[in-house]
């Protein structure tokens, strides 16, 4: 680009491109758009399924984001969809 152009005042330079989510960010959507998190419900995921589509993490940040609690167990990664307090029992 010239630097003449690049000085112009009522230039303005090309935004940069979107950054491309990847390919899981459809399936981790799709996680949370569940029936049962709208209803404050619980989403049960092997955790095979999950480190496959999408990685540990990025689960935790989704579950992290909207508050909501993420237990493992037995090679089950299961959300609990409410951001109230969380007390385990036994």
Same mark, same amino acid.
């Given at each position: 680009? +010239? =630097? !003449?152009?690049?000085? =112009?005042?009522?230039?303005?330079?090309? $935004?940069?491109?979107?950054? %491309?989510?990847? +390919?899981? $960010?459809?399936?981790?959507? $799709?996680?949370?758009?569940? &029936?049962?998190? !709208?209803?404050?419900?619980?989403?049960?995921?092997?955790? *095979? %399924?999950?480190?496959? #589509?999408?990685? &540990?993490? !990025?689960? #935790?940040?989704?579950? *992290?984001? *909207?508050?909501? =609690?993420?237990? #493992?167990?037995?090679?089950?990664?299961?959300?609990?969809?409410?951001?109230?307090?969380?007390?385990?029992?036994?």
């Amino acid at each position: 680009m +010239p =630097h !003449a152009l690049r000085l =112009h005042p009522f230039f303005t330079p090309p $935004a940069p491109a979107a950054a %491309d989510p990847g +390919p899981g $960010a459809a399936w981790l959507a $799709a996680n949370f758009a569940a &029936r049962a998190v !709208a209803g404050g419900g619980i989403v049960r995921r092997a955790v *095979r %399924d999950v480190e496959r #589509e999408v990685g &540990r993490a !990025a689960l #935790e940040v989704g579950a *992290r984001l *909207r508050g909501f =609690h993420l237990v #493992e167990c037995g090679g089950q990664f299961i959300v609990i969809c409410n951001p109230g307090r969380l007390t385990p029992i036994c």
